[in-house]
Nanobody
């Protein structure tokens, strides 16, 4: 079965940096769009960054200029480099991908389990 597994979360001080990784594994034919979402307690899940198979990126205004999304297609991995972290960045971060399994013709949306990022002041 297909899995997305995040890593790299943790506790950092305001102004610090963290890099999240998410690797897809299983019977995958191809991966189209990959995304990072985050959800803080009591708040809706929000889209943080998006990257297409061709490398085009988009960011939420709240993280633009501080976060960078990238991917390594050979490793089926998406990264989120987070710099100048703020306490308001504290959330569970989830990776998300539209991928096509080896069996079938459609892309399906998959989620990782999430990784906690806590930024202290």
């Amino acid at each position: 079965q297909v899995q997305l597994v995040e890593s790299g979360g943790g506790l950092v001080q305001a102004g610090g940096s963290l890099r999240l990784s998410c690797t897809a594994s299983g019977s995958i034919f191809s991966i189209n769009v990959m995304r990072w979402y985050r959800q803080a307690p009591g708040k809706q899940r929000e889209l943080v960054a998006t990257i297409t198979s061709g490398g085009s990126t988009n960011y939420a205004d709240s993280v633009k200029g501080r976060f960078t999304i990238s991917r390594d297609n050979a490793k089926n991995t998406v990264y989120l480099q987070m710099n100048s972290l703020k306490p308001e960045d504290t959330a569970v971060y989830y990776c998300n991908a539209d991928l096509r399994p080896r069996v079938g013709d459609f892309f399906y949306n998959h989620w990782g389990q999430g990784t906690q990022v806590t930024v202290s002041s």
